[in-house]
């Protein structure tokens, strides 16, 4: 099922970070809806991704956005106040515009960058692509209707 209307926009905001993992949800995202419908901004990691959704939220371009990204623990305590501080951020970025922001920010508790791991990983994000599309199209819908 692909958006309502054709002229529906989404933005897919990615970290590039793991982009071999990260990439996989924008693959399922497009499974949903249409690559025409999706514009993809790139960005250089996790943290960066809520000021960027954002200011394209305030552009009133966008019917839902969408940020991802792997949040690895890398051996030093960083990689949960990464998560928290980006999901906030998104929230915030929600809440201050109006504009629904999906979070497919992902933070394992454990990972080995070996070639199981990011066949598994890689899997579970596309399949968090298409829940993340998903969702963006029923609060779409439901925002509409409020």
Not at 17 to 45: E, K, M, N, Y
Not at 94 to 99: A, E, H, M, R
Not at 114 to 143: C, Q, R, S
Request: net charge negative; charged share 15%.
């Amino acid at each position: 099922m692909g958006a309502s209307s054709s002229t529906t926009r989404f933005a897919f905001i990615k970290a590039n970070w793991h982009s071999d993992i990260v990439d996989q949800a924008l693959t399922g995202f497009q499974q949903i809806i249409p690559a025409d419908q999706i514009d993809v901004f790139d960005v250089p990691g996790a943290l960066e991704i809520p000021l960027v959704a954002k200011k394209l939220a305030e552009s009133g371009k966008y019917a839902a956005i969408a940020g991802c990204a792997f949040v690895v623990d890398g051996g030093i305590y960083r990689h949960d106040f990464v998560s928290s501080s980006v999901i906030d951020g998104l929230m915030r970025a929600t809440l201050d515009t109006g504009v629904p922001v999906l979070s497919v920010v992902l933070t394992p508790h454990n990972f080995q960058e070996n070639p199981e791991m990011i066949a598994f990983f890689a899997e579970h994000f596309v399949k968090k692509g298409v829940e993340a599309a998903n969702a963006a199209i029923a609060i779409t819908a439901l925002d509409a209707t409020l």
